[in-house]
């Protein structure tokens, strides 16, 4: 036996292993940590504030954590613990402006955000290229009779936003559209409740074999003053507004 293999110095070994990638660690603990936090703190109470960012355009038509395929004029958000189709009051503490998003994937993990927006939401509230921005966070339900008016709610049929049944006539504006009924029927009675004069409705469309709601402005008389909507909504950062004659 050889002697000297006992005699060999710990060092000795340092170069045949592999150095441990610390950064990375430090990352993966940085993560554990913020997801831990907030957690604890989400069971106290349904209200979180902390930074917000938002996604890159390189982001469009990759699966987000639940399936889906992410889209910018969507309205969802990335949160680190809070369960998938979780919707989201955000409000900007800058300049007050608010917007409802749901939750379909993961991140962030720097320390200084709680929640990654699609550039449609960012755009509502104002943080669209301005970096890391302050917001409030508000967890809220769906209406509790939302299924019963889905099951009931046929395709180019129109409600308002207590689910009742309306016809429609003049100039129509589609200012946003979604495949999750919960958001829109939630986005409508937002949008309702603000300063707005306009009523608000969803309509049902059928596109690729799967339904798309609409969030609707109805009746509008004249050509000239559905273009001024159109205009108004844009301006308000709504990213496929359309002018519709016939729903």
């Known amino acids: 036996m050889n002697k000297n293999l006992f005699l060999t110095p710990a060092y000795s070994f340092k170069n ?3 150095p441990i990638d610390l950064k990375l660690i ?3 603990l940085l993560g554990l940590v913020l997801s831990l936090t907030t957690l604890m703190s989400g069971a106290q109470n349904k209200v979180f ?3 917000a960012s938002y996604y890159a355009k390189s982001f469009e038509g990759r699966k987000t954590a639940n399936g889906e395929l992410f889209s910018n004029y969507d309205m969802t958000c990335a949160s680190r613990t809070l369960k998938f189709h979780t919707f989201l009051k955000v409000t900007n503490l800058k300049n007050k402006l608010v917007t409802i998003v749901r939750v379909n994937d993961r991140g962030p993990y720097a320390k200084n955000r709680i929640i990654d927006l699609t550039e449609q939401a960012a755009r509502i509230i104002g943080s669209y290229k301005h970096g890391i921005t302050k917001v409030k966070l508000e967890i809220i339900q769906p209406s509790q009779n939302t299924d019963s008016i889905e099951k009931n709610f046929m395709t180019n049929q129109i409600v308002d936003a207590d689910g009742r049944i309306t016809i429609p ?6 200012i946003w559209r979604t495949r999750d009924f919960d958001h829109a029927l939630l986005l409508a009675k937002y949008l309702q409740q603000e300063e707005y004069i306009q009523s608000f409705y969803v309509g049902k469309k059928n596109q690729n074999g ?3 709601y609409h969030i609707l402005v109805l009746n509008i008389a004249t050509q000239q003053e559905a273009l001024k909507l159109k205009d108004f909504w844009e301006r308000k950062g709504f990213m496929r507004v359309r002018m519709l004659e016939n729903f």
């Open 16 to 18: 045949k292993l592999k």
């Open 26 to 28: 430090r990352s993966y």
């Open 49 to 51: 504030t902390g930074g």
């Open 169 to 174: 006539s003049g100039y129509t504006i589609s």
């Open 210 to 212: 799967r339904p798309l």
